[in-house]
């Protein structure tokens, strides 16, 4: 089966740094997925990370440690666009292929305040 | 990236009917899937949409409930059959191809209410 944990709700001041955390067990591993939801909409990709190690993206950078099966997001210099929720999906390769479904955690709710 | 659009973006129905979303994307893609996620929850995968052949269904889902067509490599349906209640949604659908293996590309969803 495919087990992914993550916080369900965070809260933060705007500046501020967040570390969002999220451990998996999963029978397939080939890449583990952040995405942004705002309420009502569809998710936006942020992060992929196949290999250990930290992957930045301007404010936002994404950790793997495969080994631990764990990963987080941190968000720098935190805005009020910021709230929304945070999902962290695993993807379970197809047979012969890198590509295949992904199985996502239950999402943090992040709100950040003035 | 992929363009993806879904219609209908939004729909109530009634008790007892079906709904069929489609799926459309502007380029070939490889892989095709279909997502539900329920008031508040996250995104939960339905099925894996195989083109020329029947879709894989996850634990929990099945073919008489949610049938899934995909004729070729930028279209896929879902139907919601025999509603109820509990069917109430979103319904996205998502794609992925092999040249952009880092990202599962997301359509923009269909909100259904069945009443």
């Known amino acids: 089966g495919q087990n992914i944990d993550q916080p369900t709700e965070m809260t933060a001041t705007e500046g501020a740094i967040v570390q969002i955390n999220c451990t998996y067990q999963t029978s397939g591993f080939n890449g583990l997925f952040w995405y942004q939801q705002h309420a009502g909409e569809a998710p936006t990709f942020l992060s992929y990370n196949v290999l250990d190690g930290l992957e930045e993206k301007g404010r936002f950078s994404s950790f793997l440690s495969r080994s631990k099966g764990y990963s987080y997001l941190l968000l720098k210099e935190l805005q009020m666009k910021d709230s929304a929720s945070y999902l962290c999906a695993v993807r379970d390769p197809e047979r012969g292929s890198t590509l295949g479904r992904l199985y996502f955690g239950r999402g943090t709710q992040l709100t950040v305040w003035p | 990236s992929a363009v993806i659009s879904q219609k209908p973006s939004r729909d109530i129905c009634q008790r007892g009917t079906s709904l069929t979303i489609q799926c459309q994307v502007d380029?070939?893609?490889?892989?095709m899937f279909w997502y539900r996620q329920q008031p508040g929850q996250s995104l939960t995968l339905i099925a894996t949409a195989n083109q020329g052949s029947e879709a894989t269904y996850e634990s929990g889902f099945v073919i008489d409930k949610f049938p899934i067509s995909r004729p070729n490599l930028t279209f896929s349906t879902l139907t919601v059959s025999n509603m109820s209640p509990e069917d109430s949604s979103i319904y996205l659908c998502?794609?992925?191809?092999?040249?952009?293996?880092?990202?599962?590309?997301f359509g923009p969803g269909t909100r259904l209410t069945v009443l």
């Open positions: 998502s794609v992925e191809w092999e040249a952009v293996y880092n990202e599962q590309f």
């Open positions: 380029s070939q893609v490889t892989m």
